[in-house]
């Protein structure tokens, strides 16, 4: 089966959900995978403040910005699903960056796609 390019699966909502009744977060989040801002637009539903950028342009955030060559933290806080083949890498540079949030990623939904 053929996949994505650069694994383009939009996160369920509900998933999202589940995370933020779990996991506590400053006031201002960074989606650097944001696609068509799927999770951007949940985090702002409920009252956060999303900073959403993208290696490609799904018409949503700032396109054009590869998050693993990022050298500027754009919020204390990360969320997002990352393509799976670069999901520890997305870690890694997190962590690198100082995120505040643990680290982590959705990978449910790409390991399911
Ligand atoms: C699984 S999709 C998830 C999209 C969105 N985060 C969501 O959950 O709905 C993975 C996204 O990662 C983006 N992407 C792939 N490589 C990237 C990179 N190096 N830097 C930033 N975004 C990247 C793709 O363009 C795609 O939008």
Redesign the pocket.
């Known amino acids: 089966m053929s996949r994505?390019?650069?694994?383009?699966?939009?996160?369920p909502p509900a998933a999202?959900k589940a995370l933020l009744d779990v996991e506590g977060f400053g006031h201002e989040i960074w989606?650097?995978?944001?696609?068509?801002?799927?999770?951007?637009k949940l985090l702002d539903d409920w009252g956060f403040k999303s900073i959403s950028?993208?290696?490609?342009d799904?018409s949503y955030g700032k396109s054009g910005?590869?998050?693993?060559?990022e050298s500027q933290r754009l919020a204390d806080s990360i969320v997002?699903?990352?393509?799976?083949r670069?999901a520890t890498d997305?870690i890694h540079h997190a962590i690198t960056l100082g995120v505040t949030n643990t680290p982590g990623c959705?990978v449910y939904?790409?390991l399911k796609?």
């Open positions: 994505q390019k650069d694994d383009w699966y939009p996160t999202t989606e650097p995978a944001c696609g068509d801002g799927a999770i951007s950028t993208d290696l490609n799904y910005v590869d998050f693993l060559l997002t699903n990352p393509p799976y670069l997305f959705y939904h790409s796609a």
